[in-house]
């Protein structure tokens, strides 16, 4: 069987994902959410569900464009230096999970 992109997986799953990350490090879901908020512009978590994750990324209502301060690097790749809008997109969510995970308070996180 093909390995299915991200992109095409239901958000909820990579979500499921992202807080498993967090909450093993003792943060919580609503830590994740507010990271989510505060990046994408998104105010209501439940509509998100039925999206695929690329749905998400792509359609967020407003990216921070404090974004642009998120650097780094995440599974080997700088942040800053990727140029594929939705990949940098991908990745700059990821990273902000990783750093609530690694115990960073939220008001650094948010930038």
């Not at 390995?3 to 909450?23: G, P």
């Not at 490090?25 to 105010?43: C, F, H, M, S």
Request: glycine letters at 6%.
């Amino acid at each position: 069987m093909p390995r299915q992109s991200v992109y095409d997986m239901v958000f909820i799953k990579v979500y499921t994902a992202l807080v498993a990350k967090a909450e093993k490090k003792g943060r919580t879901n609503a830590e994740v959410d507010q990271i989510i908020r505060w990046l994408t512009g998104y105010e209501d978590m439940d509509t998100l569900h039925a999206m695929t994750y690329g749905q998400f990324l792509s359609s967020a209502p407003e990216w921070n464009p404090r974004s642009e301060f998120i650097t780094g690097s995440i599974c080997g790749v700088k942040v800053e230096t990727i140029e594929d809008p939705l990949e940098k997109k991908l990745r700059q969510l990821d990273k902000l999970v990783d750093e609530l995970a690694k115990g960073k308070p939220m008001e650094k996180i948010l930038r």
